[in-house]
């Protein structure tokens, strides 16, 4: 079984509101997406602005309610579980933004927002909650020092670090990371990213890493799910859809990448899959 497992999602957005407000016409950003996620893998969603990925990325988590389709995590069905159910179900799956300010109170020293969900979910006292911070700010590289400053006197790398460490608090399994390094400086992008590598060796994370940037997914990624207009357009193992796209969508896409790939990982690329099963998803693409 997979860790997750989506199926058919659905969502649409109303458009124009016609005569008293009711909607006459309906945009679908989501349409008919279906893929899996193992565990510790990483699967990139790609495509251009507007294709639908952050809004893949916040079904998962039913952040927003999908109108058609399933979302499997652990073999639990997400979607119909009751707001108990799903604010447990919540801790095992986390989600980091572009903006790391999104996720850490400006009115709080940088630690005491990593530590909030030790209060909140565990009940977890004042000594034991600094200790695991402290714990935790050292996992993701980040000075003690710095745990008392305020969001706002720190870089975009040491949020983005921050940021992560406030997730992992939850020892969550999937993280859904959407664009965590399209707001950093180039130099600091590699560090990020090679800490999101570490941290999924360390605690078996499976990573929904979202970017609109295919330079990253080949470094990142075991699979890409490329999506365009809210559909899946291809999906398959990330060397073979390098080496040999299906798509013309994801020709251009690929066209688009400045060489050489400006970002050095400790990763090497991944080595072309022997078996590339690129079959089924070019078949649920196809209208
Ligand atoms: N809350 C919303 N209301 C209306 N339209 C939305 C909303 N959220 C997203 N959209 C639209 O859905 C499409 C997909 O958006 P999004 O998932 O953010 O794309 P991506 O992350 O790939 O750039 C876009 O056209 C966007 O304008
Ligand atoms: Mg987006």
């Known amino acids: ?73 652990d073999g639990v069905d997400v979607t119909t579980l009751d707001r108990a159910g799903l604010r447990r179900m919540r801790l095992r799956m986390q989600m980091i933004f572009q903006d790391p300010y999104s996720s850490l109170d400006p009115h709080l020293p940088v630690g005491e927002s990593v530590a909030e969900p030790l209060a909140v979910h565990f009940g977890m006292g004042r000594t034991d909650r600094l200790r695991r911070t402290a714990e935790l700010l050292d996992v993701v590289g980040i000075s003690s020092d710095v745990a008392e400053r305020y969001p706002a006197e720190l870089s975009g790398g040491q949020l983005q670090r921050a940021a992560i460490a406030r997730a992992l608090t939850m020892k969550p399994d999937l993280i859904v990371a959407d664009e965590p390094v399209a707001a950093l400086d180039v130099s600091v992008r590699a560090q990020v990213l090679n800490l999101m590598y570490d941290l999924q060796a360390e605690f078996g994370l499976t990573y929904l890493f979202i970017t609109h940037d295919l330079s990253l997914v080949e470094v990142i990624a075991d699979r890409a799910i490329v999506m365009s207009t809210g ?47 690129l079959e089924p998803a070019l078949e649920a693409a196809k209208d």
């Open 1 to 73: 079984m997979s860790l997750l497992e989506v199926e058919g999602l659905v969502k649409r957005y109303p458009v124009r509101q016609g005569f008293l407000g009711r909607a006459k016409e309906w945009f679908t950003a989501v349409d008919d997406v279906t893929f899996t996620a193992e565990r510790g893998e990483t699967v990139a969603l790609v495509g251009e602005s507007g294709a639908g990925k952050s809004t893949t990325g916040r079904l998962v988590l039913r952040l927003i309610e999908p109108d058609a389709g399933t979302v499997r995590f």
């Open 231 to 277: 559909r899946i357009v291809e999906q398959g193992p990330v060397a073979s859809l390098f080496a040999a796209p299906r798509e013309a969508y994801t020709r251009a896409l690929l066209d688009a990448i400045p060489r050489p790939v400006p970002l050095s990982l400790r990763r090497q690329p991944v080595r072309p899959d022997p078996e590339p099963d």
